[in-house]
Every structure is written in structure tokens, then in C-alpha cells.
């Protein structure tokens, strides 16, 4: 299960567990978070990484709903980074300005 625990017209946040790569890659292909909400939550449409969490890393994990707006938060857009060059006047620097407060585990 991957729970989906915000959203914005631009972004999505969703809780990635452990054990769970993000994207296809090697021999997962569907079981991956990417694939699970594209079966799950279709309505969220298209969905583009914008940082990295490993397979064995469980955390927040925030997606893009769009290649302007990965860019928009220093990250190109993955998969196809080479194919969708960056909007007009926007390199890809990697400055992340993050606040985020702590919760207690259950």
C-alpha cells in the first residue's frame, strides 16, 4: 500500500514504505510506488519523482503531477529527464528548502 497523505494542483505526497522502489526498474515493474498509484489512484493522472528514496528507505516521498512543476522544485523530471528539457529561463539546480515537523510513530 502506498497512502497518499497530501496533495496540491502540482504536488503529491505519499508515505513510501520500505522494501518499495519508486520507479520500474530491473524485475519490478508493477510493484513499485509509481505503479501502485497508477493502479490504485488513476485520478491522480501522471506522476514524476522529485527526489530519490531508495527501495530499503521508508519516508515522505513528494511527486510532481507535471515536468514544469518537478522543475520547479530543482529536480528534473524522472523517467524521461532527457526528453523534456526545462521550461523557459529554469535550470535544474538542486536547492530544496524543506520544513517539516516530527510525529511520533504509532
Do not use: F, M
Request: glycine residues 8%.
Amino acid at each position: 500500500d502506498v497512502d497518499v497523505v497530501g496533495e496540491t494542483e502540482e504536488i503529491v505526497a505519499v508515505c513510501k514504505v520500505a522494501g518499495l522502489p519508486v520507479h520500474p526498474v530491473g524485475q519490478y515493474r508493477k510493484n513499485t510506488v509509481l505503479g501502485v498509484l497508477q493502479a490504485t489512484r488513476p485520478d491522480l493522472g501522471p506522476l514524476y519523482p522529485t527526489h530519490r528514496l531508495d527501495k530499503p528507505v521508508s519516508g515522505l516521498l513528494l511527486l510532481a503531477r507535471s515536468p514544469a512543476a518537478a522543475w520547479a522544485t530543482g529536480s528534473p523530471p524522472r523517467p524521461s529527464a532527457a526528453q523534456t528539457p526545462p521550461p523557459r529561463g529554469r535550470t535544474a539546480a538542486r536547492r530544496r528548502p524543506c520544513t517539516a515537523s516530527a510525529r511520533s510513530a504509532r
